[in-house]
């Protein structure tokens, strides 16, 4: 059973601040790599994805993966209360014949306090 | 990225009854997803679907509880069938356009009462 675990939360962040979350993944092969936003009760929205080890930024955004051990994060700066979401982490089997699915972590509810 | 209109947005039904929620992509595209997601948790995939062929379940999901049918590379259409209060939840509908770009229906909120 493949895994992707993520701290449930909430992670309270000031206005301005940076906040960081954290994805594991059990399976090695994994390939690709994603972020998702969802505010309540509205379907999730890709924030960006990530394949290669290092980082990836996208405006406010920066994705960190490294394979070695098992991990990716988001680094979200200059957090604005409209950052308050849940972000879930997903993880792509690309090379997988029965594959091309997502399994997605709990996700992290992240609050931004004015 | 691919635009997904996902109808009803959210129904009441009663139990024993079936509901066909529906998908259309504004572009061709090569799988598509379904997934549930219920309260308070995250996503769990019921299903591939893949234009011509059969659809392919995850553990814990069948085809007669869940029928879903591709006719075409824009449409999907997932059944909740014979459903009983445990089925209450939102379900997704995902589609994958070209290289990764996984995007989302608006969602279907289900309530079985």
């Known amino acids: 059973q493949k895994e992707v675990e993520q701290n449930s939360g909430p992670l309270s962040v000031p206005e301005g601040a940076i906040a960081s979350l954290n994805c594991t993944y059990s399976d090695r092969g994994s390939q690709s790599f994603f972020w998702y936003r969802q505010y309540s009760g509205k379907s999730p929205e890709l924030i960006m994805f990530i394949y290669s080890n290092g980082d990836k930024e996208d405006g406010r955004f920066t994705a960190q993966l490294n394979k070695a051990s098992q991990y990716v994060s988001l680094l979200i700066r200059d957090s604005q209360p409209s950052d308050s979401a849940t972000y879930l982490c997903a993880v792509n089997d690309r090379f997988e014949t029965a594959g091309n699915k997502l399994t997605f972590g709990g996700g992290t509810r992240v609050l931004v306090k004015p | 990225s691919a635009v997904i209109s996902q109808k009803p947005s959210r129904d009441i039904c009663q139990r024993g009854t079936s509901l066909t929620i529906q998908c259309q992509v504004d572009?061709?595209?090569?799988?598509m997803f379904w997934y549930r997601q219920q309260p308070g948790q995250s996503l769990t995939l019921i299903a591939t679907?893949?234009?011509?062929?059969?659809?392919?379940?995850e553990s814990g999901f069948v085809i007669d509880k869940f029928p879903i049918s591709r006719p075409n590379l824009t449409f999907s259409t997932l059944t909740v069938s014979n459903m009983s209060p445990e089925d209450s939840s939102i379900y997704l509908c995902?589609?994958?356009?070209?290289?990764?770009?996984?995007?989302f229906g608006s969602g279907t909120r289900l309530t079985v009462v």
């Open positions: 679907a893949n234009q011509g062929s059969e659809a392919t379940y």
């Open positions: 995902s589609a994958q356009e070209g290289g990764d770009g996984y995007t």
């Open positions: 572009s061709q595209v090569t799988m």
